[in-house]
């Protein structure tokens, strides 16, 4: 028998976090159809002589910028003296941009309090988890839990909003930038601290329920009022928190950012009348959740940045970047409410990477084509110059330090936006996506409590919840299947595949949902970790992952992880995989077929992933994370083939989708050539069948 509280603690994180989760209406004229995709770029006028504005703006223009994006760090500008507002410098820019044909995305500037308001309110600078005021000289130092910071940030929005929100010229606005604390991570401070509290009291009610859920009774933990309770803080602390004291705090930070999102495009919402809001999340990142904001946001943005020392896949990876990330990127904020773009895509060389290489030639080209081909609306730039003064001043921007000279980014972004503006020519509203494509349509389920739950306790250092994921992406995107990355709380029902990688905390309800779902057809494909838990992170009283083994047609008896530079061997249609991180050794029931077994320790023999009918539809659960991936990737592969989803077999990396307006492109993020297998009657737009590494092509299909 499972916990009594299982169905209880299932219906009050319904309540939480159901609630409210509803998309914003987007007016389609913000980003016609048909011109699918718009390019544009950083420009900080404050930060530039005036008298180059003019000719800043035309070249912009001349590089086939589309919109210029301003005013995110200018707030010392905007208001130099408490109270004292200037916007004469920013109407003047405004002005330029528009005379040069560009639209304007103006932001915020609540990353980046003026030294008048860090010196009057120390109280708004955050505090590390050594107790340290963090001073006044970088970004984002403020703490957004702050009442005090909340109502300055409030009033520069309003005057922002008064000034600009009725402006034709002004599109949409950018909130904040890349929220969060960078490296420092969260605040300790005072204010965050009882914000912390006012959330717990309001999930919990009485202080007896947070400590049965917090597990209190462990090394007796336990509270006896809500005042008593600080931030779990491993810097302060002997030995480890409590695991649901800071799962608590992760939701609550994240709960916390989505607050402060909402209230800032609450305030510029009530001036402005026509425009979009936005914020510029950062991929990949765990502590920010953009599912939060789906109610506050209309457009879902964010920054990424693929080449900075960072090895990726094959040879040439440094230089290409990843492409599962990329790629998954975009299916993540794309599912929100279909209007998304990277709001920063690197323009050349960066400056914060360990190294910094330059990007292979070409590949930010390809970049721009694999965001046409993921159906962005929109890519943004950071930057049009490279700065001559500040900490980023090695960073690439699309002109050279001279200010005028196109770089090579440069160049490959006008190539871009040229070829864009072709293809629109050839926009087919009517276009279907083809048939077998979307057959193979699939639903990937993650849910940020289940990365906080792990990271927070990983069971070995050789997990990476994230790397467990692309494992999983990359085999669905060399079968071309289009994925959407959805959170837990949306409607899967209709995907013919749903793929729940390490889905760790469960509640009845979403058990229930996938095996509805399984029973009406879909195949569902569940992974390694998932189960163990409930959503407080509590194992459960009965067998390991007991909630999903009937569902799975398994038992997990153990599992299992290996030390560094100690593999495990497991063997699945005549192949055999290593692995080292994590293997659940599954004991199948009768009529649960074996679809990979162990072939050593002593569990050889065993099985490591399975599959089984359920209704009309199927459930498979790989146990094993394999060094490379490519037994997941096998094991995908069966279950669309069994489906009847005629997966196709391109090599990983190289990314091919189709989008709205009837195009295929191609991006090839391999490190060799590759030439692409279209059917008669293919008409090349961009680039050519043969694609060399970091090259890219559009196509229609008669
Ligand atoms: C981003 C950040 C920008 C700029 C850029 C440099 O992460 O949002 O403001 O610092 O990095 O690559």
Redesign the pocket.
């Known amino acids: 028998m499972v916990r009594g509280s299982f169905g209880l603690c299932a219906v009050m994180i319904l309540a939480v976090g159901m609630s409210a989760q509803e998309p914003r209406v987007v007016n389609p004229d913000w980003f016609p159809k048909k011109d699918m995709m718009t390019i544009g770029v950083y420009y900080y006028p404050e930060a530039w002589p005036e008298s180059q504005w003019a000719r800043d703006m035309a070249n912009i223009r001349k590089l086939n910028m589309e919109f210029v994006h301003m005013g995110?760090?200018a707030w010392s500008f905007m208001e130099p003296e408490e109270g004292r507002y200037d916007f004469a410098w920013l109407d003047r820019a405004v002005d330029l941009a528009a005379k040069n044909g560009l639209k304007v995305v103006l932001c915020t500037p609540s990353a980046t309090p003026p030294i008048w308001l860090s010196r009057n309110h120390p109280e708004t600078l955050t505090v590390d988890s050594a107790g340290r005021r963090i001073d006044h000289g970088s970004r984002e130092h403020a703490d957004w839990s702050s009442p005090v910071y909340r109502e300055y940030v409030r009033k520069i929005d309003a005057e922002l909003a008064k000034r600009y929100g009725n402006d034709k010229r002004v599109w949409g606005w950018q909130i904040d930038?890349?929220l969060s604390h960078y490296g420092k991570r969260f605040s300790y401070s005072e204010a965050s601290t009882q914000k912390f509290r006012d959330w717990l009291k309001e999930k919990y009610g009485t202080v007896s329920r947070l400590n049965a859920d917090w597990g209190a009774a462990f090394w007796s933990q336990r509270y006896q009022s809500f005042d008593q309770i600080t931030i779990p803080n491993a810097d302060v602390l002997v030995a480890d928190p409590s695991p649901h004291a800071v799962l608590d705090f992760r939701r609550w930070f994240a709960h916390e950012a989505a607050n402060y999102l909402a209230d800032q495009a609450a305030v510029l919402r009530r001036y402005s009348k026509d425009q979009w809001i936005t914020t510029?999340f950062?991929a990949m990142h765990e502590d920010v959740d953009p599912s939060l904001s789906r109610n506050s946001l209309d457009v879902f943005s964010w920054?990424h940045?693929p080449v900075h020392g960072n090895a990726n896949e094959g040879p040439l990876g440094f230089r290409l970047g990843s492409a599962a990330t990329m790629s998954f990127m975009h299916d993540l904020m794309r599912s929100f409410n279909g209007i998304s773009g990277p709001m920063?895509l690197?323009p050349g060389q960066?400056?914060?990477g360990e190294v910094n290489p330059w990007p292979l030639p070409g590949a930010i080209h390809m970049w721009l084509l694999r965001a046409f081909g993921a159906g962005a609306r929109f890519v943004c730039t950071?930057r049009y110059r490279q700065p001559l003064f500040g900490s980023?001043l090695y960073?690439k921007g699309l002109a050279e330090t001279d200010g005028v000279t196109p770089s090579p980014g440069g160049r490959e972004y006008a190539q871009a936006m040229a070829e864009i503006a072709e293809l629109r020519k050839s926009y087919d509203p009517n276009a279907k996506a083809p048939a077998e494509y979307e057959g193979r349509r699939t639903a990937f389920l993650i849910d940020y409590s289940n990365r906080w739950d792990i990271s927070n306790h990983k069971q070995t250092k050789r997990w990476d919840t994230e790397e467990h994921w692309m494992k999983y992406y990359r085999g669905l995107k060399s079968m071309v299947a289009p994925v959407d990355v959805l959170t837990s709380d949306r409607d899967f029902s209709k995907y013919p595949f749903v793929v729940a990688p390490a889905y760790q905390l469960v509640d009845s309800e979403l058990v229930k949902r996938w095996t509805t779902y399984a029973e009406n057809g879909g195949h569902l494909i569940l992974t390694c970790r998932t189960g163990q838990k409930d959503r407080r992170g509590q194992l459960w009283e009965g067998l390991w992952a007991q909630p999903i083994l009937s569902l799975i047609g398994a038992r997990i008896p153990i599992y299992d992880d290996l030390p560094e530079g100690v593999y495990g061997q497991v063997s699945a249609g005549g192949k055999n995989y290593s692995w080292g991180s994590w293997a659940d050794i599954l004991e199948p029931k009768e009529g649960t077929q074996t679809l990979a077994k162990y072939t050593d320790q002593f569990y050889a023999g065993k099985a490591a992933a399975v599959t089984r009918k359920v209704g009309r539809g199927t459930v498979t659960y790989v146990g094993v994370d394999t060094l490379t991936g490519d037994l997941e990737a096998q094991i995908l592969r069966g279950v669309y083939e069994r489906a009847g989803a005629k997966p196709a077999a391109l090599p990983p990396n190289l990314l091919l989708d189709w989008r709205d307006g009837g195009f295929w492109v191609a991006t090839n993020f391999t490190s060799v050539n590759q030439s692409l297998t279209t059917g008669a009657g293919t008409q090349f737009l961009v680039g050519q069948r043969e694609l060399a590494p970091g090259g890219a092509a559009v196509w229609k299909q008669q």
């Open positions: 995110e760090f930038n890349e510029n950062m920054t940045y920063e690197q960066v400056n914060w950071y980023e960073h």
